[in-house]
């Protein structure tokens, strides 16, 4: 849709990536293009079709329409660098394919023992039983992951800040290691999104979202990403055509039109939960608040080195207290819901164990840790309702 490539802003961006009028034929979004069988007029032509790169050309429904092809094209745009992305039916399926598409038998993958609780099933299930070894690293290693790799080492994963925890990785000193030594690395990119940390410049090969969060942006669509740096695209896409992934053109048509408001929905996402976390920080019932802009959060200053924003999805560690307390404190809470997922318009509170998730590394929190998901209410109301509710913590 840019005509010019003078500098641009990100919601100037959002709004415009991806949209091409041949697919629109002057429509604002992307419509839906619904199909399984494409047509020709010819057998010459139907063979011709089936040698030809189907990417942006119609050849079967599986193989995407514009609709899908204009939102992979626009989270490639956003991703200076990048070469490629590929679309899922969710995040934890992206996460899949794109391991998929770097790993073999006897290889190894090494995972954050702060990941999210998903990644960690599939290095323990299906990447064991396809003969894939996973070992678990220390989130805050940095450059020290050069002393877990060995011959066998394939890919390394980041996800950066950690599912429930929050630690910032390095991912500059982790993939400078990675490339020296010939690993592939992947970041789950979910929490900052390419506006607030763009992977692909930063050196990494593959960068997933779960574009169930803030893409789509309204808790009501599932979609997954995985954009490719050069090099890595033609592998990604050939391993998703060959496990037969597609995301519907439904699902993409609503996070299109989800994605042209993230730039300002990140914003007011960002704004309202610094101030509810730097609030949190200054009540007697918070033990530590674990979001990355704040100095209490490990990580907090390659934080500061590397990001561009922070997004509204953060936890606090009660002092003291216990499951009884913690639940009255959510159970009351009248703007927050309880529930899983995250991005949406709505605030979310939810109770989160993530000794539970850990193998190599040990936490001594103070107290019990409650996760929040800032959402678009007046940060003034959520605020309120949160004092109620570490009321009813404190209470005996
Ligand atoms: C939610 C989430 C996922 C998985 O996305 P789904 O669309 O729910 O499958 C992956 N990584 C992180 C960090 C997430 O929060």
Redesign the pocket.
């Given at each position: 849709m840019n005509k010019t490539d003078t500098p641009k802003g990100d919601s100037t961006r959002v709004v415009g990536a991806g949209r091409r009028k041949e697919w629109t034929q002057g429509i604002v979004n992307t419509p839906v293009w619904r199909a399984s069988t494409i047509l020709y007029d010819s057998v010459a032509e139907l063979r011709e079709a089936g040698g030809r790169d189907t990417h942006h050309r119609l050849f079967y429904g599986r193989k995407g329409t514009p609709t899908q092809w204009s939102l992979a094209d626009a989270l490639t745009e956003l991703e200076p660098g990048a070469e490629g992305t590929f679309l899922y039916p969710?995040?934890?399926a992206a996460?899949a394919a794109a391991l998929l598409s770097v790993l073999s038998p006897g290889d190894e993958l090494l995972i954050p023992d702060s990941a999210?609780d998903?990644t960690r099933a599939m290095g323990m299930g299906l990447l064991k039983r396809m003969g894939v070894k996973t070992r678990f690293y220390d989130p805050m290693v940095g450059a020290g992951i050069a002393a877990l790799i060995t011959g066998a080492t394939r890919a390394i994963l980041l996800?950066s800040p950690g599912?429930l925890t929050f630690e910032v990785q390095d991912v500059p000193a982790i993939v400078a290691v990675a490339k020296a030594r010939g690993v592939t690395t992947l970041l789950?990119n979910?929490?900052a999104t390419p506006l607030f940390f763009p992977a692909i410049a930063h050196g990494v090969d593959l960068t997933i979202l779960?574009c169930?969060?803030y893409i789509v942006g309204h808790s009501d669509v599932?979609l997954?990403s995985v954009t490719a740096a050069p090099g890595h695209f033609a592998r990604l896409r050939d391993t998703s055509f060959q496990l037969g992934q597609i995301a519907s053109p439904d699902d993409s048509w609503l996070a299109s039109r989800g994605l042209r408001t993230m730039a300002i929905r990140l914003r007011q996402h960002q704004a309202s939960a610094l101030e509810i976390a730097h609030w949190l920080a200054a009540q007697p019932e918070v033990a530590t608040v674990l979001h990355p802009a704040l100095p209490s959060c490990p990580g907090h200053d390659v934080f500061r080195r590397d990001f561009i924003g922070s997004s509204g999805l953060f936890s606090f560690v009660l002092n003291g207290g216990g499951e009884a307390a913690r639940a009255r404190l959510i159970d009351g809470l009248d703007h927050f819901g309880i529930g899983y997922?995250w991005g949406g318009f709505e605030s979310l509170a939810l109770p989160v164990d993530p000794q539970r998730h850990r193998s190599v590394t040990r936490r001594n929190d103070a107290g019990l840790i409650v996760r929040l998901q800032i959402g678009l209410e007046d940060p003034a109301d959520l605020i309120v309702d949160l004092a109620a509710g570490l009321a009813r913590f404190a209470q005996q």
């Open positions: 969710s995040g934890v996460i999210y998903p996800e599912s789950d979910t929490w779960a169930t969060k599932m997954g997922s």
